[in-house]
């Protein structure tokens, strides 16, 4: 049997459900899409890259589906290239319920991890691959997509990107939120912005994912309303002003802790972008084995407070 919740671990868990906060947004009129079910796709007479803004890969993540929803609304087109905007995992918002409202991030498996090619094309079955395999003509003809994500544990905000150097340089452009995170994602499968050629230095290709804040605050959908004008501007797809709010930050993840037993137990509540001065700070016990910072300036990227076996604690990164 595992230990009593910290109290502050308890206390996060027993924060206000979303319904106190925000409000799930009414996407009915949306759901038919017109390139494919929750995908709305606009293209200008002049031509420029296609940005492609992808909201709802995990279900319960409510903040990129409003933001969604004021676009469409007020009925943003790009001023050259394309703009494609999407609900993706349209089956697990469905289910979507404001008492329990981490359920639905996923029916089967997370959408957020099906994304190399063997899988693809193999022979698994689920829901979320059968929407991944529908979305992948729209994200094959792609040239940058921003990902929009918040977070189930409060953490500052951050971007993260893969591998190439080009999706680097456009996350720390974008300036907002400042943090940008670099790493190679989770053992336990592939994300949407490592899909394809999202993934493979030079191919012109960038993919970004944005990590706003916590699920249930409005200033998530904020972080994601400005970090979305800022993609559409330095993309060119819909030019404007870009004032550089903060001086930006890389962090390079150097280890990714997945958890090996029922027994992982952080020894705080750690924060998300916390820092440890010291390196051999205890940051966590797997079982029998002590997880510490390898080094001086640790950054701890995104704690997951109560990991299942197999799934990834958290990332190590060293702070610049």
Not at 79 to 94: H, K, P, W
Not at 218 to 239: D, F, H, K, N, Q
């Amino acid at each position: 049997m595992k230990p009593p919740l910290p109290p502050a671990l308890a206390e996060l868990l027993e924060a206000p459900r979303p319904s106190a906060r925000l409000a799930p947004p009414d996407i009915t009129r949306w759901r038919a899409g017109n390139a494919l079910p929750g995908v709305w796709s606009f293209e200008a007479a002049a031509p420029g890259p296609h940005l492609c803004l992808v909201a709802l890969t995990h279900g319960n993540e409510i903040a990129g589906a409003i933001l969604l929803d004021r676009l469409l609304r007020k009925g943003l087109l790009p001023a050259q290239g394309r703009l494609t905007m999407v609900f993706a995992n349209l089956d697990a918002f469905s289910r979507f319920d404001v008492e329990d409202p981490t359920a639905s991030r996923f029916l089967e498996e997370d959408l957020n991890r099906v994304w190399d090619i063997a899988t693809l094309e193999g022979p698994r079955r689920s829901s979320e691959l059968r929407r991944a395999r529908a979305l992948r003509p729209v994200l094959d003809s792609a040239d940058i997509v921003l990902d929009l994500h918040s977070m189930l544990w409060p953490a500052d905000p951050l971007l993260l990107v893969g591998g190439p150097p080009e999706s680097e340089r456009l996350a720390l452009a974008m300036g907002e939120p400042a943090l940008v995170v670099a790493d190679q994602g989770h053992l336990t499968g592939r994300r949407l912005i490592d899909y394809g050629l999202f993934a493979v230095p030079g191919s012109g290709r960038r993919g970004v994912l944005l990590e706003a804040g916590w699920h249930w605050e409005a200033e998530t959908v904020a972080r994601m309303a400005e970090a979305t004008r800022r993609m559409l501007a330095l993309s060119g797809v819909i030019p404007g002003p870009l004032a550089q709010a903060h001086p930006p930050r890389l962090a390079r993840v150097t280890h990714t802790i997945t958890a090996q037993s029922a027994d992982f137990n952080f020894v705080e509540a750690w924060r998300g972008g916390v820092v440890l001065s010291a390196p051999g700070t205890l940051i966590a016990m797997d079982g029998d084995e002590a997880i510490r910072s390898p080094y001086a300036n640790c950054m701890l990227v995104m704690p997951n407070l109560l990991p299942q076996p197999g799934q990834t604690a958290v990332r190590l990164a060293q702070a610049g």
